[in-house]
């Protein structure tokens, strides 16, 4: 049986703002090139890329971009290559310096901060996994995820205990004094998974962290995501270029095009409501019944409907939805915060499921 | 003159360059008929320019000034004692009676066991077996102590190379500004032949063992800076991101990352220092430094080849030890990362006994005579006796049963390629000369090269030693035409062959690491002191390095480029005349440039075996206290031939690449 593109056990992200989001951006720009400063604000930024190059010789990988993160909310954003989304996850950690706009970290100015406020923050607040993993070829695995703790100050018995801990934590029990280069692709994105938790970070920035990885280890690797994200509950901005790891992992997703920001939204959002042709594109061949939620084919309440049938809720996915609704003989009820907010009959299901069909 | 307008070269370009080319040596052969013998501005050996006069008063001078001066005793004196203190102290310790003694306080017995350790320390089982039947056996040729100064002298000037040039290395690894400042300097270190630093050096530095260290710390600083920021450099930007973003400081960054990372590639520099530094050791005995170079330089001045080669010997052992050592402690910095627990521990015992019978040995080799004179007839040694005879002997059979044939082959040469070459270089008027080289760089190298190679040219005018230069610079091209047919043919031949590669290129990686010096000798023996014996020692010099590159550069030719000419019906031949070499252009381009670095930097020194013109110069300059300054312009002159011959070739290979690009684009 497939795996679902939604995952049931996801952890919902706290819908209840108590104090400042964990990642508040707006109006970020990053500009490549000579005088990149002098660009953001005048006519010149309003080009299209091409002709930005040609008249200044700059690239501008980010263009006013603005989003929020909620606490412990996965935050995914996606794109083709070169739309900009590795230069627009380093602006948040300051590997690379943004050229305008504001990146708040729970409410604290990153771009305000001095090189040993931004060091402090790299060490304890967040952590970055990489799409060509960045282990030291020359560490072991337990080493290697000790090594932020090592940079931190931490007590050779203390870090080797942690790392330890974090090692049984990602699945590489028994690795520790293996060499990264002998283990598979998949093992060294643990261990640069288990680095990066290693330091108890409260937000966890991934650059396609699975791009390298075969596409069974890659589904494999999302499952560890989604398991770690329920263990441990930590904030995720994920970075990627594959929809299907968009929509299994994303409480919500940014699509970039351009290094502009085209849409922003839940999964089921994205696949039922494409912001424009360059999204639709994107999601023309995710089979909708594993993404939209009734509430996307349901019609309004009429004065004639029978309402004896089964009820269900407005976030129910479609597939889910199959049965109940074919084998009632009324339309079903679908629900919301106890309010009847529409029906769904068998044709509207029906219309998703052959619309799939090749 | 044969001074092309910018139009007509502008309008000529179309035609393919060879043609041009072609067409610029063929105006040179008619209008030297009728001009040769004039103004080549000739010189003969006991001449002198005002020039040189001037040089051999600023000598004087310099030497006069000496104590008083300033300048000598707050700079050059302080440089010269600190490494004069050192030398010395390292010399007392294995080579030269000290403290009283008649031995140094190192006997053989605990220089043969500590050296064994330390190659155990820094590499493998393998090469501390090595090194020690290495050290055995410079006592066994008779050549202890010369062998041990060479080593101290080696090792002081590696220790300083190593002292600044690692940090340096480093440094220039993280800036780019120091690194832009640095490169054209060690550039300019690396071409120019190693043979003239050494009569400027002196002046300042005196002759003598200080001064064979400085020359060598010069000559061997390059590669350790130079391979140190390279591997810096190139540490994988992934490793070094994922440290910052942990919150790494630039220090603990470079501790924990880029160091470590990088340390191979370091070693590998630490490794072509002491190479070079062995090579410049033996070459300064020119200067007074002692050693197996001193033995050589006379034996080859007296045409003794047995002696010649037994020296030549000690220095080829010493040579290859050293290489072994270094590389094998390359390789055991990945190595040592996985030793298992047992392994380490294995390794620990072996350490330890090693260590313990090191300290058994040096008491032993303090105490006792036996242990502290190498055993065996003083002067011959038990074996070099022998050795030098047997290579006496067969140099006079060959020379006398195989004259035939060696005779046969220095005259094809000569009379095919050198004379006629030299007749044309050396006799045709200097502005004639001058025209044409402008006018061959800018075919081959495009217009901005012409001014370097005019002030190049105009200098060499004013040394006062145009033919002397144009002689040498005769030799240099025949050397290599030879060097780059042996190139290319090889070279192809790898390019194309995995078998013929991993058969040809250990030889050639263990012909690199030989000191220039010690071509000379079989040579010598095989062809008498000529300056052919110079040709062909550079030839064999050279070719390595111009056959690795040019079978890198085929090598380097994509499959699927070959794939498709070979799928779409062309012959072996095709493949490589239409393909491959075309493609491998640039790196042919390379190898003929370091080719003829190589070669100069040889055929200099073959002024020691009667190649004559300016090495000879060099050389006499170094002997015979009037013709200093005519030494030193020699010098220079090479130095301005080697500008010249890098500058150009450098350039067209650029030139080159620039084309391939566009070629690609389009
Ligand atoms: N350091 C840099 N200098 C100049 N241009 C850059 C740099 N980094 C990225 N770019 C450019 O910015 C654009 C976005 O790149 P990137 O953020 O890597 O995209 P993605 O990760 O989505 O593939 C690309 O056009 C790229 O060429
Ligand atoms: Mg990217």
Not at chain 1, 68 to 86: I, N, Q, R, W, Y
Request: one cysteine or more; charged letters at 15%; a neutral charge.
């Amino acid at each position: 049986m497939p795996e679902p593109l939604i995952s049931a056990e996801r952890v919902p992200a706290a819908t209840v703002q108590d104090g400042p989001p964990a990642l508040a951006v707006s109006k970020l720009w990053k500009v490549f090139g000579p005088r990149a400063d002098k660009i953001v604000g005048t006519p010149l930024a309003e080009l299209p890329r091409p002709e930005l190059l040609e008249r200044t010789g700059c690239v501008a990988a980010v263009r006013d971009i603005s989003f929020t993160v909620a606490p412990t909310e996965v935050f995914v954003v996606m794109g083709l290559s070169g739309s900009g989304k590795s230069t627009l996850v380093r602006c948040l950690t300051r590997l690379v310096e943004p050229t305008s706009g504001d990146v708040l970290i729970e409410g604290e100015d990153l771009r305000a901060a001095d090189q040993r406020r931004l060091r402090e923050l790299r060490r304890h607040r967040f952590a970055m996994v990489f799409q060509h993993f960045g282990l030291l070829p020359h560490r072991r695995v337990l080493d290697n995820v000790a090594y932020g703790l090592e940079i931190r100050g931490v007590a050779k018995a203390e870090r080797l205990r942690r790392a330890g801990e974090v090692l049984d934590l990602v699945g590489l029990s028994g690795y520790a004094d293996h060499f990264p280069d002998q283990l598979s692709g998949g093992m060294q994105q643990r261990v640069g998974l288990g680095r990066a938790l290693a330091v108890d970070p409260r937000i966890l920035f991934f650059d396609e962290p699975f791009s390298a990885l075969d596409p069974l280890i890659r589904r494999d690797m999302q499952n560890e995501v989604l398991r770690l994200h329920h263990e441990v509950g930590k904030t995720m901005v994920f970075i990627t270029h594959d929809l299907h790891e968009a929509l299994r992992l994303g409480d919500r997703i940014l699509i970039m095009r351009d290094g502009a920001a085209v849409q922003i939204g839940r999964p089921d959002e994205v696949v039922g409501a494409p912001a424009d042709d360059y999204v639709r594109d994107f999601v023309a061949d995710v089979p909708k019944s594993h993404v939209l939620t009734i509430r996307w084919v349901m019609r309004p309440v009429r004065a004639d409907d029978p309402l004896d049938g089964p009820e269900l809720g407005a976030d129910v996915v479609v597939r889910d939805a199959v049965r109940a609704v074919l084998s009632s003989a009324a339309p079903v009820k679908v629900v919301h915060d106890g309010e009847l907010v529409g029906m769904v009959d068998d044709e509207a299901i029906l219309r998703v499921i052959v619309a799939e069909e090749p | 003159m044969t001074t092309l307008s910018a139009g007509a070269v502008r309008r000529a370009a179309r035609l393919p360059r060879s043609w041009l080319f072609g067409g610029v040596v063929a105006v040179w052969v008619l209008l030297w008929i009728p001009l040769h013998g004039q103004d080549t501005l000739a010189l003969s050996t006991s001449e002198l320019t005002s020039l040189h006069e001037r040089l051999n008063d600023l000598r004087d001078a310099i030497n006069n000034t000496r104590g008083s001066s300033p300048v000598f005793s707050a700079f050059f004196d302080v440089i010269r004692e600190a490494v004069d203190a050192l030398t010395v102290f390292l010399q007392s310790l294995i080579s030269q009676p000290a403290y009283g003694r008649p031995v140094p306080l190192i006997g053989w017995l605990g220089v043969v066991v500590v050296a064994t350790l330390a190659a155990y320390a820094a590499g493998n089982l393998r090469v501390a077996v090595l090194t020690a039947a290495g050290f055995t056996s410079f006592g066994l040729l008779g050549y202890w102590q010369q062998s041990m100064d060479t080593l101290a002298l080696t090792v002081a000037a590696v220790l300083i190379c190593l002292v600044i040039g690692i940090p340096l290395g480093i440094w220039a690894g993280l800036s780019d500004r120091l690194h832009r400042v640095l490169t054209p300097v060690l550039d300019f270190m690396q071409t120019m032949p190693t043979f003239v630093y050494l009569a400027p050096l002196t002046l300042f530095f005196l002759i003598g063992p200080a001064s064979g260290v400085i020359a060598t710390l010069i000559y061997a600083m390059p590669p350790v800076i130079r391979i140190t920021a390279h591997g810096i450099r190139t540490v994988a930007f992934s490793s070094v991101e994922a440290g910052t973003s942990l919150g790494a400081t630039k220090w603990q960054l470079l501790r924990t990352v880029r160091v470590p990372l990088a340390k191979r590639t370091i070693v590998l520099g630490v490794n072509q220092t002491v190479m070079c530094a062995l090579s410049m050791v033996t070459i300064a005995a020119l200067i007074d430094a002692p050693g197996l170079g001193q033995v050589v330089l006379r034996a080859l001045q007296t045409l003794d080849v047995g002696t010649a080669f037994r020296a030549g010997l000690a220095i080829v052992i010493m040579a290859i030890v050293l290489d072994r050592v270094t590389t094998a402690a390359r390789d055991r910095v990945e190595a040592r990362y996985r030793l298992g627990p047992k392994a380490r521990g294995r390794r620990r015992i072996v350490l330890a006994g090693l260590g313990v019978a090191a300290a058994v040995a040096l008491y032993l080799s303090y105490t006792y005579v036996w242990a502290a004179f190498f055993p065996g007839p003083a002067g011959t040694g038990v074996v070099g006796g022998q050795v030098a005879a047997g290579v006496t002997d067969a140099s006079d059979w060959v020379q006398l049963h195989l004259g035939a044939v060696t005779d046969a082959i220095r005259n094809a040469i000569s009379y095919g390629l050198l004379n006629p070459l030299q007749a044309l270089i050396a006799q045709s008027p200097w502005y004639l000369v001058s025209a044409v080289v402008l006018a061959l760089a800018w075919i081959v190298a495009g217009p901005r090269i012409v001014p370097t190679v005019a002030v190049c040219l105009g200098l060499l005018v004013a040394t006062g030693l145009w033919q002397e230069a144009m002689v040498t610079l005769a030799a240099t091209l025949v050397a290599t035409v030879i060097v780059m047919a042996l190139g290319i043919a090889v070279g192809v031949w790898m390019g194309r062959s995995d078998r013929a590669d991993a058969l040809i290129r250990p030889t050639l990686d263990a012909a690199q690491v030989m000191p220039a010096f010690v071509y000379l000798v079989p040579f010598l023996g095989l062809f008498g002191a000529s300056r052919f014996t110079a040709i062909v020692a550079a030839v064999v010099f050279a070719a390595p390095v111009a056959i690795k590159l040019v079978a890198d550069g085929v090598r380097g030719v994509p499959a699927t480029v070959v794939e498709a000419a070979t799928s779409s019906g062309s012959s072996a031949w095709q493949v490589v005349t239409k393909v491959q070499l075309p493609l491998a252009r640039q790196s042919v381009t390379l190898a003929a440039n370091q080719g003829l670095i190589y070669v100069l930097s040889m055929v200099v020194v073959g002024g020691l075996v009667g190649a004559g013109a300016l090495g000879y110069l060099v050389v006499a300059g170094f002997s015979q206290s009037d013709l200093y300054g005519k030494g030193l312009a020699a010098g220079v002159a090479v130095v301005l031939l080697g500008v010249l011959l890098d500058r150009t070739t450098q350039a067209a290979a650029r030139r080159m690449d620039a084309g391939t690009r566009r070629g690609r684009d389009q």
